[in-house]
């Protein structure tokens, strides 16, 4: 990280500050947050008298986005409206929960986000150069009691924790392969044996060892034979001088213009070598056909952290769906508290999250993955009157976004293109009445809505009044 050594947004986050941090409404208190001297850790230390150790801590390789402003349901439910320029929140990797912070301006927010966003790009980068760094963190946290060594049942952990699918039998090998010194636990060389066991790629041994023909090493002209022979690309000295200069970590090794096999994985591990046509990345595709002709990445419960019974629902969930590209997602909706609809899994201890909420958020970040258009999968459930709500809903905060009629004249015949609905935001859901009937003006505005449940109502059952929200948003 030398490149980054005087750049102001790192003296800031060493120099670090006051913040709120925002529990609930009767648990807000002031944290002085800091970055450490490995430009790696957040920590933050109680500002009672006397007491200098550290709270709390995290790395930035588990952050996994900065959200400036009121996003989260915790600031949303216990902050006010207008401090929404000095709130942000530390999103994590994995089932950690957010954090959610106050700054005392809206000038320091954005420092403190603009600044840890640049540093966890800046390590992004870097860790291209640093071999299975993810390996490495993951033994540290396996190592529960910090002692620097891994038991047995730490080590069990440690393989779940990387997703290594291997019964207990085999991990009682590894570990017993591995205890040269019958201690009990792994240390030191030990452990390093492991992560060797671990990280071992015989294919890549058989063709390193081909080309490697310089005391162990690959030269530049080795390399190059490698890129025209294996890799089938027009390849020079100067390439291979590049290569060396920006994967090779030994720095005695680079120095001789010498590439290790670390350093051969590490370029293998680069974004040039995939086999992906980078060019493939962007839609290529005829996108103009019907919609019905495409197959469409959705999402089922996208309301739901974790499990289905009783984990938490939140807005994050759909960005976090949404971010990853997907164009469809459901909303199960329910009547809640003010005549306000809610979304949560019914008949569960799933909690709950306000159906506005949530369409603010699928309106922020619907389109910063993919232009296409987003369909809103409603499995309804509400009264007619909390109906009405969600159709003011969708329809002031998505605005002219929102398709709510055709987009031609007359009846259609086939269903628009992604390409004419770019930037679009479709419904799906149950209505009783055709969409011809729009067209026939005999759409009758009472009888004309369907929640999930009358789908299995006798039909001889005196129907409710319904308004459709179709028409409610026509109107």
Not at 290 to 312: A, C, R, V, W
Not at 352 to 377: C, G, H, N, R
Request: aromatic fraction near 10%.
């Amino acid at each position: 990280l030398d490149s980054a050594q005087g750049d102001p947004d790192l003296q800031f986050l060493l120099q670090g500050g006051d913040l709120l941090k925002v529990r609930s409404q009767s648990w807000k208190k002031t944290r002085y947050f800091r970055l450490q001297e490995d430009c790696k850790t957040m920590w933050h230390e109680s500002k009672k008298p006397f007491r200098k150790t550290p709270t709390c801590e995290f790395s930035l390789y588990d952050v996994s986005a900065l959200r400036l402003g009121r996003q989260s349901e915790g600031l949303k439910k216990y902050t006010e409206e207008q401090v929404d320029g000095r709130c942000f929140s530390i999103i994590f990797k994995g089932h950690h929960k957010n954090l959610d912070l106050m700054a005392s301006s809206e000038e320091e927010a954005k420092q403190w986000v603009n600044s840890m966003e640049k540093m966890i790009t800046t390590f992004d980068i870097f860790f291209l150069h640093q071999m299975h760094s993810w390996i490495l963190t993951c033994m540290t946290k396996a190592d529960k009691n910090k002692d620097d060594k891994l038991s047995e049942s730490e080590v069990k952990n440690f393989m779940r924790l990387i997703n290594v699918d291997v019964d207990d039998e085999y991990t009682e090998m590894l570990f017993k392969k591995c205890d040269t010194s019958k201690t009990g636990y792994l240390s030191g060389e030990e452990i390093k044996h492991l992560y060797d066991l671990l990280t071992d790629r015989e294919e890549i041994d058989v063709i390193y060892g081909e080309y490697a023909r310089t005391t162990g090493y690959m030269n530049p002209d080795n390399l190059v034979e490698f890129l025209m022979k294996e890799q089938r690309e027009k390849a020079s000295l100067t390439d291979a001088h590049r290569i060396i200069d920006q994967c090779e970590p030994d720095d005695a090794a680079k120095a001789k213009k010498l590439l290790s096999k670390d350093g051969f994985l590490m370029y293998l591990h680069r974004p040039e070598t995939f086999i992906l046509n980078p060019d493939h990345k962007d839609v290529y595709q005829d996108m103009s056909q019907p919609l019905n002709h495409y197959f469409i990445s959705s999402s089922h419960n996208t309301y739901l952290m974790e499990d289905q019974l009783k984990g938490p629902s939140s807005t994050e969930a759909y960005v976090r769906a949404l971010l990853k590209g997907c164009r469809c997602v459901e909303l199960d909706c329910w009547d809640g508290s003010d005549n306000e609809p809610v979304i949560y899994h019914g008949y569960t201890l799933t909690s709950k999250i306000l159906f506005k909420d949530v369409i603010k958020a699928i309106k922020q970040y619907a389109f910063k993955t993919s232009e296409y258009p987003v369909i809103l999968s409603l499995e309804n459930h509400c009264s007619v009157e909390q109906q009405q709500v969600m159709a003011y809903h969708m329809s002031s905060i998505l605005g002219s976004a929102l398709v709510t009629k055709p987009l031609g004249e007359g009846m259609p015949s086939t269903f628009p293109s992604p390409e004419e609905l770019k930037g679009k935001f479709l419904i799906k859901g149950k209505r009783l009445n055709k969409l011809e009937s729009l067209f026939k003006q005999e759409a009758d505005t009472e009888d004309t809505d369907v929640t999930e449940e009358e789908e299995s109502d006798d039909e001889e059952e005196v129907q409710k009044k319904k308004v459709s929200i179709v028409i409610q948003m026509n109107e």
